[in-house]
């Protein structure tokens, strides 16, 4: 057995964690809206049509914001299109996936349904074919009382109260060919400002994210951020980025994606800085990490002109929730610039919940970790001291063998430890160091692993991968031996005693 230490101490505070960053993402995409959230006929649909199986599923999450529109979607959407009276919407062509947008769910219905999963919306606006002016009119039916022509129609259209939407992005992926009007980095700078303006001016209390590389891999990148920062630094509050992983064959690798995610983070906050210390700023630009997952993009099947089509319906493994949860201690240990990111997405459309139009709610394999720092992640990220031996990946060079997250909520009195273990062949044993945060109980401990990586749940088997709950070590004190299995994630809890 391999041997590993992992030392964390109550003086070495990281940041609090700001909760938005367990959030995720709803596109007019596949089947995230239509026969995913919103399905009037299925049984289990309240009056306004929202499923009540997977508002169920994804309270569970426990997911503090939610990305609406769009993605791809939204720089081709008017959102107009969507408001008023349902039997006069529009029947429309969406051009990011191809499918039919018949408007039976719009920024009303989604304020409604957010409130009913317990969230907020992260409202991003059309600057693809969209303009900065209907941009300002969106945020002025959302979030303007009373007395001019957009919030009238919102209170004419049965929403007396203003929807108050807090987060706003400044269109999406901007710098992609694949986006309806598809920008280079200084025609989006420039609109993104513009926009920003209009927007602050419209409600000055709300927060602006500008679009970031889409990717890694873009060509533009991180010169496309710098142009966009250096245009609207003083403009807008965060920058954003976007990351998927897919497996290609290489296991190491795949699995150390969470040590290729710190690498494009640091780059980002590098550049941020970079025109912080150019425009001589005091403000510290955070980091949106608006869209990430595991994606199989290159599996997916566009089916063109149809209504609610399955798309990107990816089926997770086992080993997708253990690059998923090695992924979070990444996005997590970066919580000082990461204030927000969402998981892309949460319904049907590369999802960890999958909705059968006539049945009922299949969690994937990447819900559970999900659900688990989401739930427990909270309060306050601390650094950790990891000695543990080192792989050669094919992809991303050199990486730890275990990712390693240690949160503690000082109001509960609870800590939260996590630990993905890379090893394909090793269990590790892991010596714990919890130090000066007083005697600390274990509370639980759970493991996902299993010898088929490629496990997944279905139908007919639903918890085929889920979390096994482990005998606790009952010692109450600040030192643990733990044993990781080889391929495995593991969420130890604690409690000060
Ligand atoms: O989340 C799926 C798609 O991925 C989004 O629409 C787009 O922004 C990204 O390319």
């Given at each position: 057995m391999k041997k590993a230490k992992c030392i964390v101490n109550q003086h070495f505070k990281l940041a609090d964690i700001d909760e938005r960053i367990y959030g995720s993402f709803i596109e007019?995409?596949?089947?995230?809206?239509?026969?995913?959230?919103y399905q009037p006929e299925h049984h289990s649909a309240d009056e306004q049509?929202?499923?009540?199986?997977?508002?169920?599923?994804?309270?569970?999450?426990?997911?503090?914001?939610v990305r609406y529109p769009g993605g791809n979607f939204v720089s081709g959407y008017d959102w107009q299109d969507g408001i008023g009276p349902k039997s006069e919407r529009p029947t429309r062509l969406d051009y990011a996936w191809l499918s039919i947008?018949?408007?039976?769910?719009?920024?009303?219905?989604?304020?409604?349904?957010?409130?009913?999963a317990h969230t907020q919306g992260m409202i991003a606006v059309n600057l693809g074919s969209g303009t900065p002016q209907q941009a300002g009119y969106l945020a002025e039916y959302c979030n303007i009382d009373k007395g001019t022509y957009w919030s009238d129609k919102r209170r004419e259209h049965g929403y007396e109260q203003p929807h108050n939407f807090k987060v706003w992005c400044l269109g999406n992926e901007m710098d992609g060919p694949w986006q309806t009007c598809a920008l280079s980095a200084q025609e989006y700078a420039n609109k993104a400002r513009e926009t920003a303006k209009i927007l602050k001016w419209v409600d000055p209390s709300i927060e602006l994210v500008a679009c970031g590389s889409s990717s890694k891999e873009m060509a533009t990148f991180p010169s496309w951020d710098r142009t966009v920062l250096e245009a609207c630094y003083e403009h807008v509050d965060y920058i954003s980025l976007h990351r998927y992983y897919e497996y290609e064959g290489d296991k190491l690798s795949f699995l150390a994606a969470f040590h290729d995610l710190n690498d494009f983070i640091h780059t980002i906050k590098a550049t941020a800085d970079y025109v912080k210390a150019e425009k001589r700023s005091d403000k510290v630009m955070m980091l949106s990490l608006d869209e990430w997952n595991v994606w199989y993009i290159k599996h997916m099947d566009t089916k063109r002109w149809q209504w609610a089509p399955a798309i990107a319906e990816d089926v997770y493994s086992l080993m997708d929730a253990l690059v998923m949860g090695g992924l979070l201690?990444?996005?997590?240990?970066?919580?000082?610039?990461?204030?927000?990111?969402?998981?892309?997405q949460l319904v049907n459309a590369l999802a960890p919940i999958h909705t059968s139009a006539e049945g009922g709610v299949l969690k994937h394999a990447t819900y559970y970790p999900f659900m688990q720092v989401s739930n427990y992640g909270r309060?306050?990220?601390?650094?950790?001291?990891?000695?543990?031996?080192?792989?050669?990946?094919?992809?991303?060079g050199a990486a730890p063998q275990l990712a390693t997250l240690t949160t503690f909520d000082a109001d509960s009195g609870e800590m939260a430890f996590f630990v993905l273990n890379t090893d394909?062949?090793?269990?590790?044993e892991l010596e714990l160091r919890l130090e000066e945060f007083g005697a600390l109980k274990m509370i639980e401990r759970q493991v996902l692993t299993g010898d088929d990586?490629?496990?997944?749940n279905s139908f007919d088997a639903p918890n085929n991968v889920v979390p096994t709950t482990q005998e606790c070590i009952e010692h109450a004190g600040s030192q643990f031996s733990i044993t990781l299995p080889k391929t495995s994630w593991t969420m130890l809890r604690f409690r000060v005693v």
């Open positions: 007019h995409m596949g089947r995230a809206v239509y026969t995913g959230i049509g929202f499923r009540q199986d997977v508002l169920e599923a994804i309270q569970s999450l426990n997911v503090p914001i947008e018949n408007n039976q769910f719009g920024i009303n219905e989604f304020a409604d349904w957010a409130a009913k201690t990444t996005i997590v240990n970066n919580a000082d610039r990461v204030k927000m990111a969402c998981l892309a309060g306050s990220v601390y650094k950790n001291i990891v000695l543990c031996d080192e792989v050669q990946t094919e992809k991303y394909l062949d090793h269990d590790v990586l490629f496990a997944v």
